[in-house]
């Protein structure tokens, strides 16, 4: 009995030993397994945080340099406006000294003046203000074949008579004059031949500025209108320039400056789609001949069309 019980414990125990052992070891290994794997997720998730990021600002140790002088961004320039820099194109492209002051009918806005040629000898525009002069001293008013000869055909000899109906030259120049202080214009009407192959008040020095000041309030002036109407039928052979603006009121003068160099110039009321522009133009070709001159004004005259919606127009009374 002690025999079979002891070898009968023997055999009993024996199998249950080597069971725990094996539970223990796969124990530790399912253990040894999920420390391992708890490892491996720590380090991930806390190395991730722990790897260093760029910043999207730069560090408030390492504050930036200020610029140096010479790195300084200089302030933008003004460009110039569209009507500045088109003239400048086309200033380059001639060979003459040319003067262009456009400005509205009726006022209301400063004129626009562009080029270095400011004022001369009037020569034939001044027989604007001439004729609406004989046209006022009339009883009662109308238009005189000499007074359509003088506007529309720049003759002289017709103006030389209607000059000579106003009186002496001392006294006929002050009333050309009047025509022009009417409008404001300050300019002094010439009386005296001061070349004498040529008329008196056609050497009236007269201003770019001053003829647009005294079309731009003339124009709207009701005793007016028949000179203005006048000046709508110009003859063909003198319709260059501003004349090739169909529907334009101008008066053209040309003629040799002292030096034997023609002078061509115009003024003129231009009708566009935003209302009415005073304009006078001048040109001194550097050949000194005059078809330069009108060839030079019809650059300018194309210039003009080109910009009229930036250039200033009015209407009468407005």
């Given at each position: 009995?002690?025999?079979?019980?002891?070898?009968?414990?023997?055999?009993?125990?024996?199998?249950?030993?080597?069971?725990?052992?094996?539970?223990?070891?796969?124990?530790?290994?399912?253990?040894?397994?999920?420390?391992?794997?708890?490892?491996?997720?720590?380090?991930?998730?806390?190395?991730?945080?722990?790897?260093?990021?760029?910043?999207?600002?730069?560090?408030?140790?390492?504050?930036?340099?200020?610029?140096?002088?010479?790195?300084?961004?200089?302030?933008?320039?003004?460009?110039?406006?569209?009507?500045?820099?088109?003239?400048?194109?086309?200033?380059?492209?001639?060979?003459?000294?040319?003067?262009?002051?456009?400005?509205?009918?009726?006022?209301?806005?400063?004129?626009?003046?562009?080029?270095?040629?400011?004022?001369?000898?009037?020569?034939?525009?001044?027989?604007?203000?001439?004729?609406?002069?004989?046209?006022?001293?009339?009883?009662?008013?109308?238009?005189?074949?000499?007074?359509?000869?003088?506007?529309?055909?720049?003759?002289?000899?017709?103006?030389?008579?209607?000059?000579?109906?106003?009186?002496?030259?001392?006294?006929?120049?002050?009333?050309?004059?009047?025509?022009?202080?009417?409008?404001?214009?300050?300019?002094?009407?010439?009386?005296r031949k001061v070349r004498p192959e040529f008329t008196a008040f056609g050497q009236t020095i007269w201003s770019l500025s001053n003829q647009v000041h005294f079309l731009a309030s003339a124009y709207c002036n009701s005793e007016n209108e028949p000179i203005f109407a006048l000046m709508g039928q110009v003859v063909p052979n003198q319709s260059w320039g501003i004349?090739?603006?169909?529907?334009?009121?101008?008066?053209?003068?040309?003629?040799?400056?002292?030096?034997?160099?023609?002078?061509?110039?115009?003024?003129?009321?231009?009708?566009?789609?935003?209302?009415?522009?005073?304009?006078?133009?001048?040109?001194?070709?550097?050949?000194?001949?005059?078809?330069?001159?009108?060839?030079?004004?019809?650059?300018?005259?194309?210039?003009?069309?080109?910009?009229?919606?930036?250039?200033?127009?009015?209407k009468c009374g407005g």
């Amino acid at each position: 009995m002690t025999r079979t019980g002891k070898s009968g414990g023997r055999h009993s125990l024996a199998p249950r030993t080597r069971l725990g052992r094996n539970a223990r070891r796969a124990i530790a290994i399912f253990v040894t397994l999920v420390l391992m794997s708890a490892i491996v997720t720590l380090s991930i998730v806390f190395g991730y945080n722990l790897v260093p990021r760029p910043s999207k600002k730069p560090p408030t140790s390492a504050p930036v340099s200020p610029a140096s002088p010479a790195t300084v961004a200089a302030p933008p320039q003004s460009a110039p406006d569209d009507l500045t820099a088109g003239f400048n194109q086309l200033k380059s492209r001639l060979n003459a000294k040319v003067g262009v002051v456009v400005g509205a009918v009726g006022g209301g806005q400063p004129p626009k003046v562009f080029g270095d040629w400011t004022e001369g000898p009037a020569w034939s525009t001044s027989k604007v203000p001439l004729v609406i002069a004989a046209y006022r001293q009339q009883n009662p008013r109308q238009v005189t074949d000499t007074m359509r000869a003088a506007i529309t055909e720049s003759d002289n000899a017709a103006s030389e008579r209607l000059w000579a109906q106003l009186g002496e030259p001392a006294v006929a120049g002050p009333k050309v004059q009047q025509i022009l202080q009417d409008t404001g214009d300050p300019t002094v009407v010439e009386h005296r031949k001061v070349r004498p192959e040529f008329t008196a008040f056609g050497q009236t020095i007269w201003s770019l500025s001053n003829q647009v000041h005294f079309l731009a309030s003339a124009y709207c002036n009701s005793e007016n209108e028949p000179i203005f109407a006048l000046m709508g039928q110009v003859v063909p052979n003198q319709s260059w320039g501003i004349g090739a603006i169909p529907g334009t009121e101008f008066k053209g003068g040309w003629g040799p400056l002292q030096s034997g160099k023609y002078l061509v110039r115009q003024m003129g009321i231009l009708t566009t789609p935003t209302g009415k522009i005073a304009v006078a133009i001048a040109a001194e070709p550097a050949s000194g001949q005059f078809n330069d001159g009108t060839k030079d004004l019809g650059e300018v005259t194309t210039w003009l069309t080109d910009h009229f919606a930036a250039l200033p127009a009015g209407k009468c009374g407005g």
